[in-house]
């Protein structure tokens, strides 16, 4: 399994990070390769929640395996030849929320000749969530 690792400061107190890092329902309107998302469980949020996230032509089922608010969330996943784990850090220090994205990936197949692009797509990725958080000037939750 192949391992990639970025880290981001993102200029928005710990929780609204949070909030949106787990807001599966709206994935698709802050990240650029999803085209859909949707919570498959009853329990929207925690151990056990199963998510499917579509990606133009590739479908993923998510499940998270660790959920602990506002620090730490795991999340494996299986799609069409792929299957990982993503798990992200968070960590607030005086101006801002350090986010740490994980991300583990087994390619299966001809889709092995398309990891020399998940570095970048994992980095615009969060990037953009990044970019979703404070462009919206989210100071607080409701």
């Avoid at 990982?84 to 607030?92: A, D, I, P, V």
């Avoid at 398309?114 to 958080?133: G, P, S």
Wanted: aromatic share 10%; charged share 25%.
């Amino acid at each position: 399994m192949r391992k990639w690792e970025i880290t981001v400061e993102i200029n928005a107190p710990i929780q609204v990070v949070w909030d949106r890092l787990t807001d599966f329902d709206n994935e698709a309107k802050w990240n650029p390769n999803v085209t859909s998302s949707a919570i498959r469980t009853v329990k929207t949020y925690g151990t056990g929640t199963m998510i499917t996230v579509n990606r133009g032509w590739t479908h993923h089922l998510l499940t998270i395996k660790e959920f602990q608010p506002d620090t730490f969330l795991s999340i494996d996943f299986k799609g069409d030849n792929t299957t990982g784990r993503s798990e992200n850090f968070l960590q607030q220090n005086d101006k801002a929320t350090i986010l740490k994205h994980e991300y583990f990936l087994e390619i299966k197949g001809l889709n092995k000749y398309l990891r020399i692009f998940t570095r970048t797509r994992l980095k615009n990725e969060i990037l953009a969530l990044k970019k979703w958080i404070e462009t919206n000037r989210i100071t607080k939750v409701t």
